[in-house]
């Protein structure tokens, strides 16, 4: 099937069986309102139900890949993708997607689906934000601490969280978690909430250890 796009804003895609929105969450349902009745819509929100599209469209379904999307673009292989449909052929239609493009298809009910997005935040969007935090309190740059991030990832992936975490706080070394919150209140003090948080969240992790 031929594929055209991506279309401008406002475009209504005549003649096509399928469109694909992507769009904003919040214009998710204007923008389904422009396409045709009688044509296969979706959209990629992973925190969105189908509601704003089977509000115009019967035959409706969404597809979001489990995967940072950058201005460079992404290699969707080996991801899982939330899929949804509200008829048989959506559903098929959803899966043949995330399969083409070798994603795994997951199903997520809707209930779930504020949840899920929030994990995929959680790993991906706070993961960014830690690092900068990171570089920011040691004056370090990316290149020094991208070996440490990708053993860790790589460990926590091989082993759990549990075998994964090391550092002061897995030891009960709390005489260096003061020396560090006191750095962090000397270079970075808008980040002691934070680095607070962190810590006992980190403690229950290293309790259950």
Known sequence: MPVDGPLPRGAAAPGAPVVVLAVPDAEIAAAAALVAPDVLVGHCSGATTLAPLTATHANAFSL???????????????????????????????????????????????????AYHAAASIASNFLVTLEWAATRVGNLDRAALAPLVTATVSNWLADGPERALTGPIARGDEQTVARQRAAVLERTPDLAELFDALTEATRTLAAAA
């Open 64 to 114: 979001h890949p489990l995967m940072t999307v950058t201005h460079a673009g992404a290699d969707f292989t080996g991801a899982s993708a939330a899929v949804a449909g509200s008829t048989p052929e959506a559903r098929r239609l959803a899966r043949d997607l995330a399969t083409t493009l070798g994603m795994t298809p997951i199903d997520v009910p809707d209930d779930d689906r504020a």
